[in-house]
C-alpha cells in the first residue's frame, strides 16, 4: 500500500518542529531590542525617587553591526502607570571606562550622586527612565568608546526592551537625553530614532549636556612632539578613545610607541577615575612613534567612527554647555549649535559659567523643562532659539 505524501510529511514537520523549539531564541528570531532576560535590581547608586529597578539583558548591535547583547537599567516613577503608560526618557551616560566593570549596571556612575540627583528630577515627573550600559561594557565583547552610532542604537533598543518587558505600562512617547559621551550618543539617538526605532514608538526630542561634537579634532595632537603635560582624564580619555580606534582599524597600531601599547591595555582594566590618577601628568606623545594623521584614510575613519549628526533632525534639540569647559571645550559645541542653526535644525542652546563635571547639575532645570514641554508637544521657537545662539555668537567673539 502507497503511503500517502501527507503521511510522510507529518513526521518531518512534527521533527522540524521539535527542533525549532529546542534551538536557542536568538537563532529563531533575533532582532534589535529583544528582550533577554529581565530581573529586579538593587545597589546603593539606584536613584532615590525609583520606585523599582530591573536589570536588562537584549539584544543590540555591536559596534561591527553584529547583533550582540546589551544590558541596561530600568528605573520606575512611584504611583501606578497612568492611562497610555509612563513616558519614557532614555538616558546616555558619560564616560565609565571600557572594562566590564566599568559598566554603570555593576560598578554605579563614576559620579553618582549627581547623575542620580539628575535622573530622580525626571522620576519625579513620573517619567520611566531607561539607561543602556552600551554593548561590549557589561555585556560579552568589546566596548568601542565614543563610536556614537553604535551607543545611540543600543540607547534606542533599551527602550524597545523596556517596552516588551513592560507593555502598556510604558508610553510609545519618548525622548533621549545624555551627558559628555552619552550626550553625543543621544544626538545621534534622536537622529535615529524614526528609522531606527521601527513602528510603535514616539520619539519627541533630544536634551544633552556637556556634548563633544568635534573629537576627529583630537588627532592633531595625537604626534610624537605633543609632549604637554595633561589632566589625567585628558590622556583617559585618549586611551579610551585609540582602543575603539584600533577595533575597527587596526593599522593604527603602526603608529603607536610601545609606551602607546602599554597605555591602552592598562585603559582595558581600569575605569576612569583610577586611570585618570594613574595618567594624571602624562603627554599625549609619548603614545605615538608617528603622527596619527600619517594613518591613510584617517580623517574618514574618524568621522565614521566619531562623527554627531549636522542635518536631519526631526524633532527639537537642546544643547547645554558649561563655558568653563575644559574636557570638552565650550566653542566647539556652540558653533556646531549655530551650524545646525544655520540649515535649519530645530536647536536651542544653553550655557553656564561652569566646568564639564558641574554641567549637568547647572543644566536640570532647563532639561527637565525642555522634556516636559517636548512630551507635552508644546510650540518650539526656532527663531526665538536662533536669535539667542546668535547673541551667544556675538558674545564669544
Not at 544655520?342 to 536647536?347: A, D, K, T
Request: proline letters at 7%; glycine letters at 10%.
Amino acid at each position: 500500500m502507497k503511503t500517502s505524501t501527507v503521511s510522510r510529511t507529518r513526521p518531518l514537520l512534527a521533527t522540524l518542529a521539535a527542533t525549532l523549539l529546542a534551538l536557542p531564541a536568538a537563532v529563531q528570531a533575533a532582532e534589535p531590542g529583544e528582550l533577554l532576560s529581565a530581573a529586579p535590581y538593587r545597589a546603593a547608586w539606584v536613584p532615590s525617587k525609583a520606585s523599582q529597578a530591573y536589570l536588562l539583558s537584549y539584544r543590540t548591535p555591536d559596534h561591527h553591526n553584529r547583533l550582540a547583547q546589551g544590558t541596561g537599567l530600568l528605573y520606575l516613577p512611584a504611583g501606578t502607570a497612568p492611562a497610555g503608560g509612563w513616558p519614557v526618557v532614555s538616558w546616555a551616560h558619560g564616560t565609565q571606562g571600557i572594562a566590564d566593570h566599568c559598566a554603570p549596571s555593576r560598578s554605579g556612575p563614576t559620579h553618582a550622586e549627581r547623575d542620580g540627583r539628575f535622573l530622580d528630577a525626571f522620576l519625579a515627573q513620573g517619567y520611566a527612565v531607561v539607561a543602556a550600559d552600551y554593548q561590549g561594557l557589561g555585556s560579552p565583547g568589546d566596548h568601542a568608546y565614543l563610536h556614537v552610532r553604535t551607543a545611540a542604537r543600543n540607547s534606542i533598543d533599551m527602550v524597545k526592551a523596556s517596552h516588551r518587558f513592560l507593555g502598556g505600562r510604558l508610553s510609545p512617547r519618548w525622548v533621549s537625553v545624555g551627558y559628555s559621551q552619552g550626550g553625543a550618543a543621544a544626538l545621534s539617538a534622536g537622529h535615529q530614532a524614526a528609522a531606527y526605532s521601527g513602528p510603535g514608538l514616539q520619539y519627541k526630542g533630544s536634551f544633552t549636556a556637556g556634548t563633544p561634537t568635534a573629537v576627529e579634532i583630537t588627532a592633531l595632537v595625537m604626534r610624537p612632539d605633543s609632549r604637554s603635560a595633561n589632566p589625567g582624564a585628558l590622556n583617559a580619555y585618549h586611551a579610551y578613545l585609540l582602543d575603539g580606534l584600533l577595533q575597527v582599524a587596526p593599522q593604527i597600531d603602526r603608529v603607536l610607541s610601545p609606551q602607546g601599547r602599554a597605555r591602552i591595555a592598562l585603559a582595558r582594566q581600569h575605569c576612569l577615575t583610577d586611570l585618570a590618577a594613574q595618567l594624571e601628568g602624562a603627554s599625549t606623545g609619548e603614545m605615538f612613534s608617528a603622527p596619527l594623521t600619517s594613518v591613510p584614510g584617517i580623517w574618514t575613519l574618524l568621522h565614521d567612527y566619531l562623527g554627531v549628526p549636522r542635518h536631519g533632525f526631526t524633532q527639537p534639540l537642546m544643547l547645554a554647555h558649561g563655558t568653563r569647559d575644559q574636557d570638552v571645550p565650550y566653542l566647539t559645541t556652540l558653533l556646531y549649535a549655530a551650524g545646525l542653526a544655520l540649515r535649519g535644525e530645530p536647536v536651542a542652546f544653553r550655557q553656564y559659567p561652569v566646568d564639564h563635571r558641574a554641567t549637568l547639575d547647572a543644566a536640570t532645570a532647563d532639561g527637565v523643562a525642555f522634556v516636559k514641554a517636548r512630551l507635552a508637544d508644546a510650540r518650539f521657537d526656532e527663531a526665538a532659539e536662533a536669535t539667542g545662539l546668535e547673541k551667544l555668537l556675538d558674545a564669544a567673539r
